[in-house]
């Protein structure tokens, strides 16, 4: 177990690590036989177009609607490149004749293998949630390190639990403090390292 944690993770805010929400062009592909909230992106592949010039951008606007792109990077100027979500549609897509490159070729299979991280990550978490052991006041908790922690999935509270344990194993050096409340009206709360009159300040925004 390490106790060990690294000065990242120190100056890091917590934050609630909610899913970015969709773009408006998003549509995966919805169940027909019934109301459901489960959805699918098989066989949906992510690419990275490059636009060369201006008859790309403009091929690239005209169709974005009939093959239902999802704009994944939204800044598209001649000479850089945007990242799109295709649907089950890349056939057509390739009949645009559009400069780009392969991301991602099933989408679903990436979510899904990353699906079955998190749980195995929150199954750990939880068995170690239930079974702290304390060693002269300091938590014996393999999830100490920022390497572990930011693994997964973490719930507001377990954030704001985190972070106090950081405090705590580290009374020292290291002080918790609040840059004011959120939209939702939670402290914003970070860690203070050390004692000298140098600061480094590192923002984050959700």
């Known amino acids: 177990m390490r106790l060990s944690v690294s000065l990242t993770a120190l100056v890091a805010l917590v934050v609630y690590l909610a899913a970015p929400a969709p773009s408006v062009n998003a549509q995966p592909d919805i169940p027909a036989d019934g109301p459901s909230f489960s959805v699918s992106y098989d066989h949906h592949r992510v690419v990275r177009v490059n636009i060369k010039c201006e008859e790309h951008l403009k091929t690239l606007t005209e169709h974005e609607g009939s093959l239902r792109f999802d704009y994944l990077t939204f800044q598209r100027t001649v000479g850089g490149h945007v990242d799109i979500r295709t649907p089950k549609n890349y056939a057509k897509f390739q009949e645009l004749h559009l400069d780009h490159e392969m991301l991602i070729d099933n989408l679903q299979t990436l979510i899904d293998q990353e ?4 749980e ?4 750990e978490w939880e068995t170690m949630n239930q079974n702290k052991m304390f060693n002269n006041g300091q938590v014996m908790d393999a999830f100490a390190s920022a390497d572990d ?3 997964a999935y973490h ?3 377990d954030n704001k639990a985190w972070l106090n344990t950081q405090v705590k194993n580290h009374a ?3 002080s918790s403090f609040s840059a004011g409340k959120s939209y939702e009206g939670r402290d914003l709360t970070g860690i203070k390292i050390g004692s000298g009159s140098k600061n480094v300040v590192l923002t984050g925004k959700v």
């Open 120 to 123: 195995r990550y929150q199954q």
């Open 115 to 118: 699906r079955e991280e998190n």
């Open 149 to 151: 922690w930011f693994s």
């Open 155 to 157: 719930s507001f509270e």
């Open 172 to 174: 020292s050096i290291a």
